[in-house]
């Protein structure tokens, strides 16, 4: 079975930064590897993408060039720095695992993130 974990989270001044990890078990090196988030009384949104071989990542207009996607294979572990960070990133960040790019079988528990303005 496949889990996800996330870490990392927590409070921060706007402005700031914080490196979310998510440690997966089972085969991670065949997993395409996503990011989401959910603020408060919102949908689920995407943030960011990598393909297995991080050859390929992807990131949503509003985090672009502030969010940094990123994996370690022989960790198991893919991680998102996030920059320059404003009060409406504040959300639950969640990563998601998938054998097919931007087709996600597997989710973890979600790691707060809260910015302060």
């Known amino acids: 079975q496949v889990q996800l974990v996330e870490t990392g989270g927590g409070l921060v001044q706007a402005g700031g930064s914080l490196r979310l990890s998510c440690v997966v078990s089972g085969p991670f090196s065949s997993y395409a590897m996503g990011w989401f988030r959910q603020a408060p009384g919102k949908e689920r949104e995407f943030v960011a993408a990598i393909s297995w071989d991080s050859r390929s990542t992807s990131a949503a207009d509003s985090v672009k060039g502030r969010f940094t996607i990123s994996r370690d294979n022989a960790k198991n572990t893919v991680y998102l720095q996030m920059n320059s960070l404003k009060p409406e990133d504040t959300a639950v960040y969640y990563c998601?695992?998938?054998?097919?790019?931007?087709?996600?079988?597997?989710w973890g528990q979600g790691t707060q993130v809260t910015v302060s303005s």
């Open positions: 998601a695992a998938g054998r097919v790019w931007s087709k996600y079988d597997y």
